[in-house]
């Protein structure tokens, strides 16, 4: 099944701005991480929230969990041109137990940051 | 090493030739995932190890498609018989195991490998 639906599609916004970019999903979840992926790399791992928790910050980064609603959002403040990226959500549906478990990824927000 | 390794960073092979793919790993850790990205963005799991044994191969094609994770090598990841459908960037990840409860660990990708099927 899809999980992890990811919107806008693409985001446009001036330096300074704020972005957010949302990331719907299907099924019950351990936790549900954010990636960001630049032209011709790899995914960068930016943040993990656990399905108990709500809310998480790191530096720029603000991540919200809505379980009941299976959504989540990634917010980045003061926006900077390095930002231009695409920003990938991804769920880990596994069942705990000690094990690590594959993810389920979106289909990504590509985000232009203009100078 | 600290990163993970992917190589060749790009492959090109003529249809219905094979191809390897190899991935190391971040030293220390036990999991290793191949995902297969098509048009710069659906991910597509294909396969996970525990160190050396296959955790998950839920989304390996059965026919053409293998891979290994053997002591003190590279992980691999061949395509048999390659088809034009399997151009694609193929990265790998790998995580640590916290052993106990629900891991959330991380996944740490490689820069891919892209393959170009002609």
């Known amino acids: 099944s899809q999980q992890g639906e990811e919107d806008p599609q693409a985001l446009s916004i001036q330096e300074g701005e704020n972005a957010t970019m949302n990331c719907s999903y299907k099924?019950?979840?351990?936790?549900l991480q954010w990636y960001r992926q630049n032209s011709g790399r790899g995914l960068v791992h930016l943040i993990l929230i656990r399905s108990n928790e709500r809310e998480k910050h790191s530096g720029r980064l603000r991540v919200t969990l809505d379980t009941s609603k299976k959504s989540s959002s990634l917010l980045i403040t003061a926006s900077r041109a390095a930002d231009t990226a695409s920003y990938f959500c991804?769920?880990?549906?596994?069942?705990?137990?000690?094990?690590?478990?594959?993810?389920?990824f979106g289909k990504g927000t590509l985000l232009t940051v203009n100078p | 090493g600290e990163e993970v390794a992917q190589t060749p960073k790009h492959l090109v092979r003529g249809e219905g030739q094979k191809a390897k793919l190899y991935c190391a790993p971040i030293k220390g850790h036990s999991y290793v995932f191949w995902y297969q990205q098509v048009l710069k963005n659906e991910f597509k799991f294909l396969i996970s190890f525990q160190n050396e044994n296959v955790f998950d191969e839920t989304g390996m094609p059965k026919e053409r498609f293998s891979a290994k994770c053997l002591p003190n090598s590279p992980c691999s990841l061949e395509i048999q018989a390659t088809k034009l459908e399997d151009s694609a960037v193929y990265f790998c990840a790998s995580s640590q195991s916290r052993g106990r409860g629900p891991s959330n660990q991380p996944q740490h990708f490689g820069d891919g490998t892209r393959l170009s099927i002609l």
């Open positions: 099924t019950s979840i351990n936790n």
């Open positions: 991804a769920t880990d549906e596994g069942r705990g137990g000690g094990s690590n478990y594959k993810l389920t």
